[in-house]
């Protein structure tokens, strides 16, 4: 693997841990629980009609939120950096 494929993939996968708080956050995911009229809060809603009145534990709303809250997990973590490497990897095909 030549050097500046294996750049963009390491800042592909530095770059997707680091911005994935901040995206949480920017969807209304936060340590303070779901924000008002944020898109967090419209898929809260959209769960709970899909599911009888309530959000699923273990589901994707409710991943996100303990995600948003806490941060997120070593194996979150793990996932997030082999998406951004993916991407970064992606990337070197058209540079």
């Given amino acids: 693997m030549d050097p500046g494929t294996a750049a963009l993939i390491g800042a592909g996968a530095v770059g997707a841990v680091v911005a994935a708080p901040v995206a949480l956050g920017a969807a209304g995911f936060t340590s303070a629980g779901i924000v008002a009229g944020s898109l967090a809060a419209k898929m809260m809603s959209v769960a709970a009609v899909a ?25 979150a973590t793990v996932v997030v950096a082999g998406a951004g490497g993916a991407v970064g990897w992606l990337t070197s095909f058209f540079g």
């Fill in 51 to 75: 599911n009888g009145g309530g959000v699923a534990a273990g589901g994707v709303v409710a991943a996100l939120q303990g995600a948003g809250a806490a941060g997120l997990s070593g194996a």
